[in-house]
């Protein structure tokens, strides 16, 4: 047993030995080959044994600051080796910041025999917080390792240097009226560059400013997570939009800080709920028939127009169990339009009474107590009784809806419009008028004559305009036992609405000078909008006594209309007022704006700036000239014929034609000298003279006018302006069968005008003595 332990310590003795051989090995191995391979502590450790070895490096502590201003180089710190007692050694430094990127030369050994570490110039530690350092020792003679190699961190000491950072300047968000305040409206960040968990980057944060401040702050932020929160309820019709400036700071020393903008807009919602203008409304229908848009509710909404939380839904929520009734929304206006769908029955239904709920189409919220509640209540009533009277056709207005835009000209006293109503089949009866609704008492209206009049100023801030629009309604009342009443209602817009108007298609017209009763025709042409043509209606604006005194209408063509001058009048400008209204009830204001003017060639204005006033060729003008070229031979034998002198001085009656659109008017003491000098002409010799030269002139005036037909018909969207020729009177001459042909060139309107001449002609030298 006891030679068994002698054996065993020899073993482990042999052992330690081994062991050291091989450290002492790997250390100088691992020394040779710093410049190619770093070896690091706990690789050393790692080719040892374990066993307790002691500690031979020492190191004071090495302080390195950012930012340090110097003077350079600066002494940092010491490294001591135990070892240097017995041997003449020599102290080395290596690795980042020595030799090394990053800071190439930023540390260094000054004094090799001592150890002195020193730092030569300003360190960011934002950019480089931390240098592993390898130091080593070794003889001063052989240059032998003496010790193994010690691997140091120098840690660059923070300074409060960096302010928090947003990641934007400014942000922009939206959010409702309805939000709540338990519920986030926007989270802000801020990221700090100094050191993690130190105070110089610890970040919090606040409101700085608000904008408008009305009563306080209306904002809250979390001051450690930048959540920000509502402090109270929004209110649209207050605020609609916000500016925050948030601020972000650090708990350094000293304290460094950044803001950031926050615009914060409010997006209406439905807090306040729709109402009526009135709490009641009285109706009176006929029985027996349907009634399109019998009546029209006007509701005031004080939140934002054409939004959700403004646009009406109206039902009938009472008195429609038979379905005679159905309510819609105008979504130009909002208003509810009621209609009767059935007709009513008078026995059964003289007396009728509807309830009409009205709601918005989202929610209806309110705040109480700062918290944004749901409400069950989210409509109001009016009620509508209704008057059932027996069926006797009552008077109707023309069109039912007048839609009228606010012009300049509508001051207190001047004419509004004439609106009036007329019994059905033209059965003569008194008609009075009153207004049925005008709020604000904006017009007044003759009893007799259905006149509309400006009463006072258009107001558009009164509570009654509604999206820039106010409802008059209008009441005729057909006097008989029972009365008949009818109604119409009058859009009237104060805003602009011009591209849904219809206009005159050519305001400015040159007209050679004329005499009373010429006809001149004005043209409208459609709204650009719907673009439909007409038929038009035209009303001669008689609120000036000079319009009445010089201009009236006369045929209406459905396009255009017929103004007539009442007397003859002199050269100059004139401006005449013309009320041009489409069929679907767009009414329009216009100024027609025409100069009289002097033609030295009869037909064009001398330095005619603007179109002339122009005849028209009709549908079927080339049909037309086709045919008079082929009557030309025939006219030709007309005036070149044999005929006798009529001893009677008669009248030559000249029947209108259809579509003319001038009048045509005779001499009478022409067309007698041309019955008493009407004489017997050779044939072969006038048509030798004079055939030739009317040909020529036929052929020119046929050709201008297919031109112009050609014209039109190729590019019927552009509307051409018409001229009206002057009409001549026949002169007199001794040779009356030829005169027409050889005195006078033919007028541009010769053929417009041929038929009713030659038809007088024809009849006075058809007359021969007995």
Known sequence: ????????????????????????????????????????SYELDSLRPLQRTKRTWVITTIDVQEEDKGPFPKYAGQLFNKKSFNTSLKYLISGPGVDEPPEVGLFSIEDDVNGHVYVHRTIDREKTPTFLIRFDIEDRETGEPLDRPLYFKIKVKDINDNAPEFCKEEYSITIGEDHRKDEPVFQVTA????????????????????????DGFTFDIDPTTGSILLSRCLDYQTANSFKL????????????????????????ANNHLPVFASDSYQLQVSAGQE?????????????SPNTPAWRAKYRVAKGNEKEQFAIETDPDTNEGILSIIKPLNYESDSEMRLVISVANEEPFFLCKNGIVMTSDLESTNTTVNIKVIQSQRAPKFHPPLLIVQKEDSMKPGRVFRKYPATYPDDVPSKIKYDLAHDPDGWLRVDEDSGVLTVAKDFDEASPFVNNS????????????????????????YLSDINDRMPSLLAPSLDVCDKEKRTALIVQAKPALVHGLWGPFTFELDEDSEDVKRNWTLGRNFGQSVELLMLRSLPQGSYSVPIIVQDRQG??????????????PDGHTCRDSPVPQAVMGLGGSAIGIILMASLLIPAVSNILLCRCLVSRSKSKAIVPPQEGEQTLISYNEESRSSFSENCLFTDYKTLQARHLDYLIQRVEKTLGQKLYHQTTLEDSRDVDEPRRYSEEGELEQSDSPCSVSIVSEDLPVDFLNTLGPRFSALEEICQKRPT
């Not at 767009?586 to 033609?599: E, G, M, N, P, V």
């Open 469 to 492: 629009l106010y409802t008059i309604i209008v009441q005729a009342t057909a006097q008989g036992s029972p009365p008949q009443t009818g109604t119409g209602t009058i859009l009237l």
């Open 245 to 268: 400036l948030v601020k972000a700071s650090d708990q350094g020393s000293p304290q460094l800080s950044s803001t950031a903008t926050v615009n914060v807009a409010v997006e209406d």
């Open 586 to 599: 767009f009414s329009t204001r216009q100024k027609q704006h025409i100069r009289l003017c002097f033609c």
């Open 291 to 303: 009634h399109p848009a019998v009546l029209r509710l006007q509701v005031q909404d004080k939140d």
């Open 1 to 40: 047993m006891e030679l068994l332990l002698i054996l065993l310590l020899l073993q482990v003795t042999a052992a330690n030995s081994f062991s050291r051989e091989i450290e002492n090995s790997s250390l100088r191995q691992a020394t040779r080959g710093k410049s190619t391979q770093w070896v690091g």
């Open 191 to 214: 990221l700090d560059k100094d050191e993690v968990g130190t105070a110089n980057s610890q970040v919090s944060y606040s409101i700085s400013m608000q904008m408008p401040t009305a």
